[in-house]
């Protein structure tokens, strides 16, 4: 039971590359969700996604694209990096968005800007 | 929309103490409240939940949390800490509109 997973682990850019995080999950989850996790800031919401083809903004979306073409996928696309954007990025995943099913969170990808 | 604030950002506490973490909330209904841990290099791991029902709630790990609207608090307790409890805590609160808001963590170092 594999349940989230995110790919990579650790990735350097330089500025103005282009790069896609990857995040999959077996759970057969509706809900998906991206956060990045800064010192002292907690964890703010990227992007999320209610189901296959459905997906909003979160908190600071300005620079990242989502899709979700599959349940399992919900890819984090970073059109044009920038050393802002030099972060932790969580996937997380829950069967619905409902108080009584908590988030599964993916180990994380470590993202540097240079 | 709502909000967390987590006012302590560093806890230090002798192992076998009691450990006690604060969380305020805004939110103008009753929110769903969640205490996550996360240990170095992982991702977040549930420890409790409150949404509705009796005001305190017991979790995994030996963690417990009481929820008093009239202070909209959400403390996390643990009677008797042990090495292993050392990580970073967040509070979570969401509402109705599929976001799940973080306040900025409390890192918690425990001493032999």
């Known amino acids: 039971n594999a349940g989230v997973t995110q790919t990579p682990k650790f990735q350097v850019l330089k500025t103005g590359q282009s790069m896609t995080l990857q995040c999959a999950q077996d759970m057969n989850h509706e809900y998906m969700s991206w956060y990045r996790q800064d010192p002292g800031m907690g964890l703010r919401l990227i992007h999320y996604?209610?189901?296959?083809?459905?997906?909003d903004q979160g908190e600071v979306p300005n620079g990242y694209n989502v899709s979700r073409s599959t349940t399992e996928d919900f890819p984090l696309r970073l059109l044009s990096a920038a050393p802002s954007q030099t972060s932790v990025y969580f996937c997380a995943s829950s069967p619905s968005f409902s108080p009584n099913q908590p988030q599964h969170f993916g180990d994380g990808t470590r993202l540097s800007i240079l | 929309a709502q909000s967390v604030t987590q006012p302590d950002i560093h806890i230090t506490v002798s192992e076998g103490a009691s450990l006690e973490l604060r969380c305020n909330y805004s939110?103008?209904?009753?929110?769903?409240l969640f205490w996550y841990v996360q240990s170095p290099g992982q991702g977040l791991q549930l420890l409790l939940k409150?949404?509705?029902?009796?005001?305190l709630v017991q979790g995994i790990k030996g963690f417990e949390a009481e929820f008093k609207r009239s202070q909209s608090s959400f403390n996390l307790r643990k009677p008797s800490v042990h090495w292993s409890d050392a990580a970073e805590y967040f509070c979570a609160v969401g509402a109705g509109d599929y976001k799940l808001s973080f306040g900025a963590g409390t890192t918690v170092t425990v001493r032999a």
């Open positions: 996604s209610v189901g296959a083809g459905i997906t």
């Open positions: 409150y949404f509705s029902g009796d005001t």
């Open positions: 939110y103008g209904a009753t929110p769903y």
